[in-house]
């Protein structure tokens, strides 16, 4: 069965999004993910919602690795799932130079391997092993100080806490397959997403450890049945020209090369040049439309039935929804409607 879950953004109001997700889980959701950027921080929040909820988990969607160590990272997720008595799931990613040296001032360097070794670390703390680690990006202790390996004080709920990983290009595609419980996605087309990661996901699958299971595939898509959809659509669309057009430096721009993978290559171009030039409007119109419905969760009842079962049908195992109703009653009758439709 697909998980249902929501995401509380970084820039909600959180103390009006708590209440919502106490009665969501009442609605049905079995998982409720917290945003990080350059905001405030996922880890409070999350420890709130520890205290407030019962069943959910609890997803970090996503903890950025640069601004924190490998062993607070470990400690972190140790004590979250203490607090939740075992409801935490790991949620990683690299985020971008523009964040991590905008806003952190931490060089912006070997995301991958820093993410292995982040991996690596997590799971040797939360075994309570003595912390010895060597590594091209990670030496613990530190050479030639006073430094000594340590082990976590407490025992963890669990030793093997769920991790899943934020990832777009094919290698990280492939490393995620290979070394983590779950994967985050974004802009997920359910039908082009065979030709964008296929070979990637096989490639790591062929070296994943057995234990870790099958692979979490965890999409997030704007919720919208009804009237209003032409609407909703549209600020969609504005969130993928910001991406697709705007995020990164013009050789530099994950979203942008996923949109080329998808297909969209001389869209993508466009699309660029546009955003870049600051004709955001034009930028938003020349996307394919095509790329804008199938990435959304938004229409007819019977058309996001459809999408939804392709979405399952590609190998989405949690299903994140946006729910994008005015209103608190409406949102809780989007859960509602998204767990009939599963």
Known sequence: MTRLGITVDYADD????????????????????????YSFDAVSRLGYLAAITSRVALLSAILPIYSRTPALIAMT??????????????????????VIEGFH????TAPLGHLREVVEICRAVWRREKLEHAGKNYTV??????????????????????????????????????????????FYHPTKSAAAWGDA??????????????????????????????????????????????????????????????????????VQELYLAGEKAAAAEALPEELIRETALIGTESEVRARVAALVESGVTTLMIAPLAPTRDGRIAAIEAARALL
């Not at 995020?247 to 942008?256: I, K, L, S």
């Open 141 to 186: 202790p530190l050479l030639g100080g006073l430094g000594k390996p340590l082990k976590l004080i407490n025992t963890p709920v669990r030793e093997s806490i769920p991790i899943a990983l934020a990832s777009l290009t094919p290698k990280a595609v492939e490393q995620t397959a290979e070394i983590a419980n779950g994967w985050l996605p974004l």
């Open 77 to 98: 997720a140790a004590g979250l799932d203490s607090v939740s008595g075992g409801r935490f799931e790991l949620g990683l990613g690299s985020s971008g130079a523009q």
């Open 14 to 37: 959180f103390a009006s999004s708590a209440t919502e997700v106490v009665e969501f889980e009442r609605a049905g959701i079995d998982v409720v993910a917290v945003a990080e950027a």
């Open 201 to 270: 996901l096989a490639a790591g699958a062929a070296r994943r450890d057995p234990a870790l299971g099958p692979l979490d595939v965890i999409v997030t898509a704007p919720f919208h049945i009804g009237p209003g959809a032409d609407q909703a659509l549209d600020a969609h669309r504005q969130r993928v020209a910001l991406y697709v057009g705007g995020m990164g430096a013009r050789n530099a721009n994950f979203y942008n090369d996923l949109a080329v993978r998808y297909g969209y290559g001389d869209e993508a171009a466009r």
């Open 105 to 108: 001032g931490v060089p912006f």
